[in-house]
């Protein structure tokens, strides 16, 4: 148990629709990655945020947003859905202030099917 | 692009036979970290190397830092069937204020018993 905790672990919903991914970060840990797991595909960082405020940016869709709140769980909201956004979809958390330094601690997924 | 390039991609072997996966990235790293994701599973931290060629051994396995540190290797001695899964590294890069991690693409091993 990695300590950080993502809801739902599957979802199903169809082709222009909208979701929202939750995650929980270990006790402490001010950072929260998102990553995108295609099948048989490598890890696609979406984007990070630290203590609320949006640090990195990856290959995040226009139509894909994220936010971290006060008390550090972060959103990933999807919208729009295309069948080609069905995935896995990670959040990591980081026990490190400020940058990036050191491993990451991934939740146990989301699994998203878009019909 | 910054890339990190992740060779084999997959890997049979015989459960006994040893086990090697590469990374190479065509940017100086500040330090490279392997995981491991189980079938099904979740991306699991191995271990972090930063020092230019630094070896680190956990059990059977030994991961190896490249002394111009664009390189780095995991080597599996006598694999066993619980090493089945996709070992992935990812190298930290350092541009100014903006730190990134580079994933390579993963070697997916599978270990006939």
């Known amino acids: 148990d990695s300590g950080v905790t993502q809801t739902p672990k599957h979802l199903i919903t169809a082709t222009g629709q909208r979701v929202t991914l939750r995650c929980s970060p270990r006790s402490g840990d001010l950072s929260v990655y998102w990553y995108q797991q295609s099948l048989d595909q490598g890890l696609q960082f979406l984007i990070q945020y630290y203590n609320g405020e949006e640090r990195a940016k990856g290959n995040i869709l226009e139509r894909f947003s994220a936010q971290q709140f006060p008390d550090l769980h972060s959103e990933l909201n999807l919208s729009s859905l295309e069948l080609g956004d069905s995935a896995l979809y990670f959040c990591?958390?980081?026990?490190?202030?400020?940058?990036?330094?050191?491993?990451?601690?991934f939740g146990e997924g989301s699994r998203l099917t878009v019909l | 692009g910054q890339q990190v390039m992740q060779i084999p991609q997959y890997q049979h072997v015989q459960e006994g036979e040893d086990f090697t996966t590469y990374c190479n990235s065509s940017?100086?790293?500040?330090?490279i970290q392997w995981y491991k994701q189980r079938p099904g599973g979740h991306p699991v931290f191995l271990i972090q190397l930063v020092k230019s060629g630094e070896v680190k051994k956990q059990k059977r396995l030994t991961f190896q830092f490249g002394e111009a540190k664009k390189n780095s290797s995991l080597h599996i001695t006598a694999t066993q069937t619980t090493d089945v899964g996709t070992y992935f590294c990812?190298?930290?890069?350092?541009?100014?204020?903006?730190?990134?991690?580079?994933w390579g693409l993963g070697t997916s091993l599978a270990v006939n018993p």
């Open positions: 990591a958390s980081s026990v490190r202030s400020g940058g990036y330094t050191g491993e990451l601690f």
């Open positions: 990812a190298g930290l890069i350092n541009a100014g204020n903006n730190r990134k991690l580079i």
């Open positions: 940017t100086t790293l500040s330090n």
